[in-house]
């Protein structure tokens, strides 16, 4: 009796350990495992980074490095069979839906700004883009300053609306907007006439264009109304998921496996239309890949 008295007692002094991690876990990890679940945000039309393909796939840059973070997690939880749940979401309804617990991360075309991360976090920058706009070739529109009396498109929810609120007041100009529901909904009101510009980030511009149905007709403007990073976002003050997130993408940037992935979606031919952005790392972005930081813009 004594000898199984204390073999019992060894076997509960074992398995302390793991029972008390597993109590351990908090916030989004502990969400993830207790549901057996993860849901993922994802966009629909911000092409590269995440929108659906001709078989109504969500695919992308930024669904690619996500699914790193849900290898990692499903390592992390001794999980691999937890289920991946994607949830469409848009520039408006993205951070409400990751605030309630509707989406885990969020994985698309989101500026970390100072602003944001007073509602949410960010992971490391993957991408760094200037905020500008898309005209027609044929249009005498070339600076911002030329749209002063015009209309213009621009996408809800995005910061390029309080960007060109703030440049209409220093500018001097006076702009009319309409707000589409999603980036192809704003370009499509440039497309159809019916604005004389989108302003929106420059890389999801060129990704509009090259898959509209007549991509010579549009040309993207030189200036810049500010230069912004992306990245993934997930809830505030959880530090156990955010080390993950960070520890998993920056593993990517130091590894150089992000640079495959970016020519991937940006350097070769990309779905539905097999058309090739043809947009270089720029210098800002590769210094993001060497120092990966969560730097938020002011």
Known sequence: MKRLASMAIGCAITLLPALASAQA?????????????????????????????????AVGY????????????????KMPNLKVVLQPVTSAN??????????????????????????????????????????????????FADLNGRTISTTAGTTSVPLLKKYEKTGGIDVKEIYGKDHSESFLLLADDRVAAFVMDDVLLAGQIANARNPGDFRILEESLRTEPYSVMLRRDDAPFKALVDRTIGGLMKSGEIEKLYAKWFMSPIPPR??????????????????PNDRGVQ
């Open 94 to 143: 993205r951070i409400p839906l990751l605030q309630n617990g509707s989406i885990d991360l969020e994985c698309g075309s989101t500026t970390n700004s100072v602003d944001r991360q007073k509602q949410v976090a960010f992971g490391p920058t993957y991408f760094v883009i200037n905020v500008t706009a898309a005209v027609r070739k044929s249009s005498p529109i070339r600076t």
């Open 25 to 57: 876990l908090t916030g989004t990890l502990a969400k993830i495992r207790d549901t057996g679940t993860i849901t993922i945000g994802h966009r629909e039309a911000s092409i590269p980074f995440s929108y659906l393909d001709d078989k109504q796939q």
């Open 62 to 77: 930024a669904m690619d490095i996500c699914a790193r973070v849900i290898d990692a997690v499903k390592a992390e939880l």
């Open 274 to 291: 097999n058309v090739n952005l043809n947009f270089p790392v720029s210098p800002a972005l590769r210094d993001a890949f060497r120092n």
